[in-house]
Each structure stands twice: as structure tokens, then as C-alpha cells.
């Protein structure tokens, strides 16, 4: 994984996932090839500990997962490159990593994922300076001068890095030391994942789909992307028509001012228009991938019935071919986790996320994706209280009323007998 920042990581759900030298400095594109990290220490410390057996600290969030019932990031991801390689074609892999003290130099990588600069033009409240250009712009305005907004942001993330808004930075991503081992890897690849920052705006991400689709590479690799859905103009959609299979994650945290309200846009028309362009593409799969945090704690199931419609609108007379929903879960920060509120103020979202299963039965039983999901969160909605709730949920009053003022919103319009009940807690 190349991250926003430049930083070569080895997972987006780790915590933390940067790959580190043998003189524990952080992997760097502008100073490290993807080669060299992809058989570094780190990489052949974390292959050992995974085929030993052992738990990786950094995957403690797909492990809780795996706890309340929601199938992981991991575990999907085994079961999606059995699906597509084969069992034979792992072992071997396996085996050559013992032989070679955990070493993959014969074994170039399947799936690379590609975080090629935080350009976005979305705010999103659970996001941050290094996924969005546009929080970092707001970020340089807010930090020391809104003295809550500083101190909280500071102790969820450190110190805002000088490089976010830096020439340096936005040009790391067009060395030919960096093109030069993707290019090399991309006759193996079988995947590619592309966020951000908004992956439809970022130049470097269309100019390696077109390269793949005039080398014949767009016959065997599978484009993965998550989107906003603000931006599906013609030369995106006429870049993803070429591959034979393209999967587009739809990032929307709820319907209509739900969504606006956590990303920071008033353009739900338009999200829906540009939406429904991209699955007008026969090539293209797709799935819902709203974040649960208390802001859309009690809201969540209106991405299920929106998913639900769009089925019955798109494929209805289909081999079943549908929309699905993984429910992603905010652990980080960690004053939106749903956690820091009562077991009891969450059974409203519970009870509704049960309703769906009975009034949608056909989509629940036949999507593993949603049934995954609805069954995981359900799950998480009666994990205890977090031991720091007080202390979260003041931070989340302040950082909500700082972005209401800066932003001319208000959450009450979201959710105001919640809104009232956490002011009311602390």
C-alpha cells in the first residue's frame, strides 16, 4: 500500500501500518522502491507472525471485528485471493516465503493499493488532513485559533505536518524510480485499489488506468476504487468502460442531509445523478460503504433501503446481481465511535437495523456483504460503554460545534434528540 502521505504501509484498516527500515525510520516512496519494501524486514516480520499464527498488534481492528460477529478486512481478503488464485497458488507462495527467511523474490505482489495524494474536494468529519486536501485547507485555518479544535485534533493525529500542502509533497507521486516498479509489476497484477483523496480527481490514477487498458493489462486486472460520487465525468467513466471488471465502493455515509452534513456537501442530486451513471456501466459492480459514527448512529439503515431500491431499480431481472452494504465501523477518531454512548441509547439504531432484515428478507439472505454487515453491527450496538466516554463525548460536542461554525451547519438537523441527549451527558 502506497498511502497519502508517501509512507509505504502494508494494510489501510492496520493501526498503525507504515513499513519501517532497518534503522526504524518510516518507508518512503521518495526515498525507497516498492520493491525494496515489499521483501523489508517489517513485511517478512509481519508474513512470519501471520503464517506462525500469532496476532499482529496493528490488526487489533479487524480482530475486533471478527468478535462481534462481522467478518474482517482479513478474512475477506483470504477468502477473495483463494477465489481468485487458487489454494495451490498460495501455498506456494507460503513455501517460498519459509525457504527465504520470509523473502517473496520470485513472487512479485497480486494487488497493490494506491493512496496517490490527499487531493479531494469533500470534508468529511471522520477524515483528516492526510485523506483531504480540502480538511487540510480548513485544518491550516482552524489550528491556533480555535483552541478546543487544536488540542483535540492534535491528540487524535499529532502535530499537522508541514508537507501537507507542499509542491514536495503532490511530486513524489510522478518519480519514474516509483512508476518504474509498478510498471514492472503490472503484467502480475490482478488488482488494484485507488482512493484518496477523491480517486476520480487524481491524475496519476488515470494515466495508470489508461497505460493498463493500452498494454491488454485491463483484461486481468480488477479496479477496485472508492468514490464520493461528485465527480463521474466522461473521461472516468470512458477510463473504467475498459476494464472487464471494475467494483466501485460508493462512500455515503446516509441519505440526502445526512451525507451532506458528515462530508461537508450539499450536492445529494448530483451524487445520485453520478451514481447511477457509473452503474449504468455493464462492467461495473458495486457496493455502499457507509462509516457508523454516532452522527448517523440512528440513521444508518437509510444506505440499506437505499441499497434495497437500487437493486430493484438496476437488477430486478438479473441473475440477482445487486448493491451491497459494508457498514465500515469508526474506531478513529475515537470521540465519533458509537461506543462512547450507552448500550441502551443504541437500541433505536439496533431495532431498526432488525426491521430491515425482516422487510427486506430477499436482499438480507442472498447478500453476504449486507447480511455480514447488519448481523456485525448489530453485534457491535451491545458492546459495553468505552471506560473514556466522557471525555470522547466532549470532545465530540466541541469538534461538532467548531465545524458547525465553520461550516454553517448544525447537527441537530440530523439527529436533535440525540444531539440534546449527549450535551446533556456531559
Not at 194 to 200: A, R, S, V
Not at 255 to 279: A, C, H, P
Not at 292 to 311: G, M, V
Request: proline share 2%.
Amino acid at each position: 500500500m502506497v498511502n497519502t502521505s508517501g509512507s509505504i504501509d502494508f494494510c489501510c484498516i492496520a493501526k498503525p501500518s507504515v513499513l519501517r527500515g532497518d534503522d526504524g525510520k518510516i518507508l518512503d516512496i521518495s526515498k525507497t522502491t516498492l520493491k525494496e519494501a515489499w521483501n523489508g524486514k517489517d513485511m517478512r516480520d509481519i508474513r512470519m507472525a501471520m503464517l506462525q499464527g500469532e496476532r499482529v498488534e496493528s490488526c487489533k481492528h479487524c480482530y475486533l471485528q471478527e468478535e462481534v460477529g462481522k467478518k474482517s478486512f482479513r478474512q475477506m481478503h483470504n477468502d477473495e485471493w483463494e477465489r481468485r488464485i487458487g489454494e495451490e497458488a498460495i501455498h506456494e507462495r507460503i513455501e517460498a516465503s519459509y525457504a527465504n527467511d520470509f523473502a517473496l523474490e520470485e513472487h512479485d505482489p497480486l494487488y497493490l493499493d494506491l493512496r496517490l495524494g490527499n487531493l479531494c474536494n469533500l470534508s468529511c468529519r471522520m477524515c483528516n488532513s492526510f485523506n483531504s486536501s480540502t480538511i487540510a485547507k480548513e485544518d491550516s485555518k482552524l489550528t491556533d485559533v480555535e483552541e478546543d479544535y487544536t488540542r483535540i485534533q492534535e491528540k487524535t493525529y499529532g502535530k499537522r505536518p508541514d508537507w501537507i500542502n507542499s509542491t514536495e509533497y503532490r511530486e513524489k507521486f510522478d518519480a519514474d524510480d516509483f512508476w518504474d516498479n509498478i510498471y514492472e509489476w503490472m503484467p502480475n497484477l490482478r488488482k488494484v485499489y485507488m482512493t484518496g483523496g477523491e480517486p476520480t480527481m487524481i491524475k496519476n490514477n488515470m494515466e495508470f488506468l489508461n497505460l493498463a487498458a493500452e498494454q491488454g493489462h485491463s483484461s486481468h486486472i480488477n479496479v477496485f476504487m472508492n468514490t464520493n460520487c461528485t465527480n463521474a465525468n466522461q473521461k472516468f467513466l470512458d477510463s473504467i468502460s475498459k476494464f472487464e471488471s471494475v467494483d466501485l465502493n460508493a462512500s455515503l455515509d446516509g441519505v440526502g442531509v445526512v451525507n451532506e452534513f458528515i462530508r461537508g456537501t450539499k450536492s445529494w442530486d448530483i451524487i445520485q445523478r453520478n451514481y447511477r451513471s457509473m452503474l449504468d456501466l455493464p462492467n461495473v459492480n458495486s457496493n455502499i460503504t457507509p462509516v457508523l459514527q454516532i452522527y448517523n448512529l440512528n440513521r444508518i439503515h437509510e444506505i440499506l433501503y437505499l441499497a434495497n431500491d437500487l437493486t430493484n431499480e438496476y437488477y430486478s431481472d438479473s441473475d440477482w446481481k445487486h448493491i451491497g452494504v459494508d457498514i465500515l465501523i469508526n474506531t478513529h477518531p475515537n470521540y465519533l465511535d458509537v461506543r462512547n454512548l450507552p448500550v441502551e441509547m443504541r437500541q433505536d439504531a439496533k431495532n431498526r437495523l432488525i426491521e430491515f432484515k425482516n422487510e427486506c428478507s430477499m436482499l438480507y439472505e442472498k447478500s453476504w456483504l449486507i447480511k455480514n454487515s447488519v448481523d456485525g453491527i448489530i453485534g457491535y450496538l451491545d458492546q459495553e460503554q468505552l471506560d473514556n466516554w466522557k471525555e470522547n463525548l466532549t470532545d465530540f460536542v466541541k469538534m461538532t460545534e467548531v465545524w458547525d461554525r465553520q461550516r454553517n451547519t448544525n447537527f441537530s438537523i440530523v439527529d436533535d434528540d440525540l444531539y440534546q441527549a449527549i450535551r446533556k451527558m456531559i
